[in-house]
C-alpha cells in the first residue's frame, strides 16, 4: 500500500479543530514510508467528487473515532466504503474504536484499533496484523511524533476562538493521553485503566509550533486532564508562552485537581490561560459517587471561586440525564447556573446531556445502573436506558428541542437557561421560577465550537 492514496484516512468530527486524529496518523504512516491520503467530512462532503475519488482509489480506509458522534459519523463512511464493493480494508481507530469492537467487524467487516493507533496503522498497512484482533490495553508510552498537518484544510477553515471582542484562529495540541482517574461514566477507564501517558513535551511544541506559523493565536490542550502530570502541564504551558509570549490557551482539568493544585491557578493564567473546561457533571451527591467524580458539590463551587479569582474562566460541563438524577437535581442545577451566573460560560446544550452507556462502561455491570439497563443498542453505540420517572426522560427531550431550535437564534444565553428552568418547573407542578433582574452580558473566552461528545 505504498502507492499515494491506497491508504485513505477519515475524520467526521474532532470539536470542529482540525483533525489531530489525521495529522498524528499521517505523521507515523509517513515516517514508515507510506503516502497516505487525508479526507476530513467536516470539511468535503462524502458524496462530491474528490470524497468519492478518494474512498475509490483506497484499499485501506482508516477512519478516526476519538469520541461518540465521530464514530456514529464513520459508520457512514464505512457503510459509503462498502457500497463501492471490492476489497478494501476498514479500520476504525481512536478512543471510542474498541469499546464497539465487536459490532465495526460484524457490520462491516472493519477492525477496530485503539487510542495508541500509530503503531498499529503502520503493522496494518503492513499487513502485520490480523483484521479481527482485538486491540490490546496500552502498558507502556508508545513513541509519538510530530503530528503532520500538510493537506488539510487551512487551520482558519476550523473552530475559532471568540475572545469577547474578535474571533482568532485556534490550534489544538496533545500533551497527553489515557487518564489517571476511573471516573464511571468516561470512556477512558476501559481503555487505559487508570494509566497516563505524556506526549513528550518537545513533540507537543513542535506541533504548537507548526500550528502558530499556520496562523493560530490560541491552543487548546485537548488532555483528557491537563493537571494528571502537574510538572508535564507546567512544562508545556512554560513551553507555550517562550514560543510565543501573545499566544493564548485553554485545558481541561477536573475538579479535584483545581482544588489540589490551586497554587498552579495563577501562573497558568500568567502563562495565557483564558478559560478552563472542567467536568462538574451534578450537583446530586448520589450521581456525583455513582459517577466516582472525587469531588462534591461544594467542591464545585469553591472551583469556580478559585478560576474566578485567578482571572480564568470556567466552562463547566454536565450530564444533568443519568438513570438516578431527579426532577429536583435538575432544577437545583439552573438555580446554581443562576446563582454562579454561569449563563455566558455555560453552552446551553450541557443541560440536555444524557448519560451514554457503551460496551464495556463501568457502569454497565454497577449495582445502582445495571438493573435499570435495557439491552445493547448497537447502532446507537449505547445500552438503552428508560428513566424511573418518566417526566425526565419528557423533560430531556423538550430541553433538546429547546437548545436545538434556539442555537440560531439571537437569544441572550439567560433568556435561554429562564426557559429552560421554566420546562422543569412546569413539569415539577412549580411556579415558573420568578423573571431574574437582566444582567450586563460579560464578555467571556469561548470557542466557537460548543463542547459535546
Known amino acids: 500500500m505504498t502507492g499515494a492514496g491506497e491508504i485513505l484516512l477519515v475524520s467526521t468530527y474532532e470539536l470542529g479543530r482540525q483533525p489531530h486524529g489525521l495529522a498524528s496518523a499521517f505523521a507515523a504512516l509517513a515516517a514508515a514510508g507510506f503516502s497516505p491520503a487525508t479526507l476530513d467530512v467536516g470539511q468535503e462532503s462524502l458524496g462530491g467528487e474528490a470524497a468519492m475519488a478518494a474512498l475509490t482509489r483506497a484499499r485501506l480506509v482508516a477512519i478516526s473515532a476519538p469520541m461518540h458522534t465521530a464514530l456514529r459519523l464513520g459508520a457512514r463512511v464505512a457503510e459509503r466504503v462498502r457500497a463501492l464493493g471490492g476489497e478494501r480494508t476498514v479500520c476504525f481507530y481512536g478512543l471510542y474504536a474498541p469499546l464497539h469492537a465487536d459490532w465495526l467487524a460484524r457490520a462491516f467487516g472493519a477492525v477496530a484499533l485503539?487510542?495508541?493507533?500509530?503503531?498499529?496503522?503502520?503493522?496494518?498497512?503492513?499487513?502485520?496484523?490480523?483484521?479481527?484482533?482485538?486491540?490490546?490495553?496500552?502498558?507502556?508510552?508508545?513513541?509519538?511524533?510530530?503530528?503532520?498537518?500538510?493537506?488539510?484544510?487551512?487551520?482558519?477553515?476550523?473552530?475559532?476562538?471568540?475572545?469577547?471582542?474578535?474571533?482568532?484562529?485556534?490550534?489544538?495540541?496533545?500533551?497527553?493521553?489515557?487518564?489517571?482517574?476511573?471516573?464511571?461514566?468516561?470512556?477512558?477507564?476501559?481503555?487505559?485503566?487508570?494509566?497516563?501517558?505524556?506526549?513528550?513535551?518537545?513533540?507537543?511544541?513542535?506541533?504548537?509550533?507548526?500550528?502558530?506559523?499556520?496562523?493560530?493565536?490560541?491552543?487548546?490542550?485537548?488532555?483528557?486532564?491537563?493537571?494528571?502530570?502537574?510538572?508535564?502541564?507546567?512544562?508545556?504551558?512554560?513551553?507555550?508562552?517562550?514560543?510565543?509570549?501573545?499566544?493564548?490557551?485553554?485545558?481541561?482539568?477536573?475538579?479535584?485537581h483545581l482544588l489540589r493544585h490551586r497554587a498552579l491557578l495563577a501562573e497558568l493564567r500568567a502563562l495565557g490561560c483564558l478559560f478552563v473546561v472542567s467536568a462538574f457533571e451534578?450537583?446530586?451527591?448520589?450521581?456525583?459517587?455513582?459517577?466516582?467524580?472525587?469531588?462534591?458539590?461544594?467542591?464545585?463551587?469553591?472551583?469556580?471561586?478559585?478560576?474566578?479569582?485567578?482571572?480564568?474562566?470556567?466552562?463547566?460541563?454536565?450530564?444533568?440525564?443519568?438513570?438516578?438524577?431527579t426532577l429536583e437535581d435538575f432544577l437545583a442545577l439552573c438555580r446554581f447556573v443562576r446563582d454562579e451566573e454561569l449563563e455566558e460560560e455555560v453552552d446551553p446544550v450541557q443541560l440536555s446531556i444524557r448519560l451514554l452507556v457503551p460496551p464495556g462502561s463501568l457502569l454497565a455491570d454497577h449495582a445502582d445502573t445495571a438493573p435499570l439497563l435495557g439491552p445493547l443498542d448497537e447502532a446507537a453505540l449505547a445500552y438503552s436506558w428508560v428513566h424511573p420517572d418518566p417526566r425526565m426522560d419528557v423533560l430531556q427531550q423538550r430541553v433538546s428541542a429547546l437548545v436545538e431550535e434556539t442555537a440560531d437564534a439571537a437569544l441572550a444565553p439567560g433568556v435561554i437557561f429562564a426557559r429552560i428552568h421554566a420546562l422543569a418547573a412546569a413539569l415539577a407542578g412549580e411556579p415558573a421560577p420568578a423573571e431574574a433582574a437582566p444582567r450586563p452580558r460579560r464578555r467571556v473566552p469561548r470557542l466557537t465550537e460548543p463542547w459535546f461528545c
Open 114 to 256: 485503539g487510542p495508541e493507533y500509530e503503531a498499529e496503522l503502520v503493522a496494518l498497512a503492513r499487513g502485520e496484523r490480523s483484521s479481527v484482533a482485538a486491540p490490546a490495553i496500552p502498558t507502556r508510552r508508545p513513541s509519538y511524533v510530530v503530528p503532520v498537518r500538510d493537506g488539510l484544510a487551512a487551520l482558519a477553515s476550523y473552530v475559532k476562538l471568540d475572545d469577547g471582542e474578535r474571533l482568532v484562529v485556534a490550534g489544538a495540541v496533545e500533551g497527553s493521553r489515557g487518564c489517571l482517574h476511573m471516573c464511571r461514566h468516561c470512556p477512558l477507564p476501559p481503555i487505559y485503566g487508570g494509566r497516563f501517558f505524556a506526549v513528550p513535551v518537545e513533540v507537543a511544541l513542535a506541533d504548537a509550533q507548526r500550528q502558530l506559523d499556520a496562523g493560530a493565536r490560541h491552543i487548546s490542550f485537548t488532555d483528557p486532564d491537563f493537571l494528571n502530570g502537574p510538572r508535564h502541564a507546567l512544562a508545556l504551558a512554560r513551553g507555550l508562552h517562550a514560543l510565543d509570549a501573545t499566544v493564548t490557551f485553554d485545558a481541561t482539568i477536573k475538579v479535584e
Open 282 to 325: 451534578s450537583l446530586s451527591e448520589r450521581v456525583l459517587t455513582l459517577l466516582d467524580k472525587g469531588h462534591t458539590a461544594a467542591d464545585a463551587h469553591t472551583a469556580i471561586a478559585l478560576l474566578r479569582g485567578a482571572g480564568i474562566s470556567v466552562r463547566p460541563t454536565f450530564v444533568p440525564f443519568t438513570p438516578l438524577s
